[in-house]
């Protein structure tokens, strides 16, 4: 598994995560800390990348272009910090790992771990199912 660390989060996060065994790097380290959120999707899905973020913009990329990948994992808390998250995090890609190689939008809350297979299927289109 291969991570992008997004801007929005500590840079921290890539070394922690490396360290337990998950390859992670920032996106500082690899692109403009200005790129746009496509630009960042657009060069994890061409790598092998899934992007880790706390920016809702990633997954409402996901459901427009009713993209297959990267996969997403979005954490929602407000205190982001790794030192705070980071067991809650690891476990979540050990458990959800298969699912994020495949392609998901994965948001962890502090009550909660929701889990979405991509693509999303609109209401309606294709025999899809509300999401």
């Not at 973020?53 to 808390?77: E, H, K």
Request: net charge negative; glycine share 6%; proline share 4%.
């Amino acid at each position: 598994m291969r991570i992008i660390i997004d801007v929005n989060l500590a840079v921290r996060w890539a070394d922690m995560l490396s360290c337990r065994g998950i390859e992670a790097v920032h996106w500082s380290s690899i692109g403009a800390g200005n790129a746009q959120d496509v630009e960042i999707m657009t060069f994890a899905r061409e790598n092998g990348y899934s992007v880790f973020t706390n920016d809702l913009d990633f997954s409402a990329i996901l459901v427009s272009t009713r993209a297959s990948g990267p996969s997403v994992i979005q954490i929602r808390a407000e205190d982001t910090r790794p030192e705070m998250n980071l067991d809650r995090v690891i476990d979540v890609f050990v458990k959800f790992s298969a699912a994020i190689e495949q392609g998901a939008l994965i948001t962890i809350d502090s009550s909660k771990t929701r889990l979405h297979i991509l693509p999303f299927m609109l209401p309606g289109k294709d025999g899809g199912i509300p999401f």
